[in-house]
């Protein structure tokens, strides 16, 4: 059920796109994030441990807010969320967003950048995974 609802949700952010008239780049783009979010919600959200699905994949300005203030440049990585995949309560909460990544060496790619948001509002990466695909 809950792999359902975040591939629907990404489906319909695919074709939003392409009736909006974006390029053909981004609609490709969107498609490869969908692709991949599928593979992210049957191995890490399908496990037991508390992590609740996003209902809408869409960053709201408070999660972009949340992760501006935790992130910060990675030897030289820059990271954009893309889409919020789900939380977790813990003491606080655990964030997990998907993001492009752009490094120096002009490679990019993609990654979950986990957030643990405090109890006292405080935001911190406490972890990355690189997404490789293929």
């Known amino acids: 059920m809950k792999k359902t609802t975040i591939v629907a949700l990404i489906m319909s952010f695919v074709?939003?796109?392409a009736v909006s008239g974006a390029t053909t780049a981004q609609v490709q783009a969107?498609?490869?994030n969908e692709a991949l979010a599928q593979v992210v919600v049957s191995k890490k959200f399908d496990k037991d441990g508390?992590?609740?699905v996003a209902q809408k994949t869409k960053l709201t300005k408070k999660q972009k807010?949340?992760?501006?203030?935790?992130?910060?440049?990675?030897?030289?990585?820059?990271?954009t969320p893309?889409?919020?995949l789900g939380?977790?309560?813990?003491?606080?909460?655990?964030?997990?967003f998907l993001c492009k990544t752009d490094s120096e060496d002009s490679l990019t790619g993609l990654?979950?950048?986990y957030v643990f948001e405090g109890l006292d509002g405080k935001a911190k990466v406490y972890k990355t995974k690189?997404?490789?695909i293929g």
């Open 15 to 17: 074709l939003g796109m």
């Open 30 to 32: 969107a498609r490869e």
């Open 50 to 52: 508390g992590w609740q």
């Open 65 to 79: 807010k949340l992760f501006n203030k935790a992130v910060t440049a990675d030897k030289g990585v820059k990271y």
């Open 82 to 84: 893309v889409a919020y």
């Open 87 to 96: 939380s977790q309560v813990v003491a606080g909460i655990n964030h997990c």
């Open 111 to 113: 990654a979950m950048v």
């Open 130 to 132: 690189k997404i490789k």
